[in-house]
């Protein structure tokens, strides 16, 4: 089993729709949970953390973690053709690693 | 400010020959990270240097790869030799030690072929 496991996609969306990005991990230890965005040929670029059960918004992003499942989700409401790209769900594992998912490649449809 | 800086941005090689890869982090950052990105095993840590010293190789995948950090400004990630499986685009990263975990800067990366 992965560390830290995503579905690859890809994950087609209709422009103005919820797209759904899902995480599950498998170190019970982790209390930090990051996604990543990831242009194609470009470098991941940080946009959600979460360090606490529950939901965080920030704009039209919501990230929801469950520790007890070990779950992590990013919410994308309303979304836009700009939001097509690589989602990389990223887990703390202590001492200045970060492990990430395979990614889940987003296309948003006009 | 200039962000974290690598060369060459893509290199092309031959089985067998000698990679070396260049990254400048941002001045004043204490941790290098480097990464290799890949489409079967996506984004792994290969190694990470504090300070100029390396803390942990864990992710280094074989005795082939050896990376360097000979002052603050300025690492290196060799391979030698090159082999086909080695073909992936290699990040480097940095961050302040005042900075979380998850505040890495990351580098425009190094699109790696090998032939």
């Known amino acids: 089993q992965k560390e830290v496991e995503q579905n690859s996609g890809p994950l087609s969306v209709p422009e103005g729709a919820i797209a759904s990005l899902n995480c599950t991990y498998s170190?019970?230890?982790?209390?930090?949970f990051f996604w990543y965005r990831q242009y194609s040929g470009k470098s991941p670029e940080l946009i959600m953390s979460?360090?606490?059960?529950g939901d965080k918004e920030d704009g039209r992003f919501t990230a929801q973690l469950n520790k007890a499942s070990q779950y992590v989700s990013l919410l994308i409401r309303d979304s836009q053709p700009s939001d097509s790209a690589t989602y990389l769900c990223a887990v703390d594992r202590g001492a200045q690693k970060l492990v990430f998912g395979q990614g889940t490649r987003l296309t948003i449809n006009p | 400010d200039a962000g974290v800086i690598q060369s060459p941005r893509h290199e092309v090689t031959e089985m067998g020959q000698e990679v070396t890869l260049r990254c400048k982090p941002i001045s004043g950052h204490d941790y290098l990270f480097w990464y290799r990105q890949t489409m079967m095993r996506g984004l792994e840590l290969l190694i990470y240097?504090?300070?100029?010293?390396?803390?942990?190789d864990s992710g280094m995948p074989e005795d082939r790869f050896s990376a360097k950090m000979p002052n603050a400004s300025f690492s290196t990630l060799k391979i030698q030799p090159s082999e086909p499986r080695d073909s992936a685009v290699y990040f480097c990263a940095s961050r302040p030690s005042t900075a979380s975990t998850d505040t890495q800067y990351f580098g425009p990366g190094t699109r790696l072929t090998v032939l």
């Open positions: 979460i360090y606490s059960n």
């Open positions: 240097f504090n300070n100029n010293v390396p803390i942990d």
């Open positions: 170190d019970r230890v982790s209390q930090s």
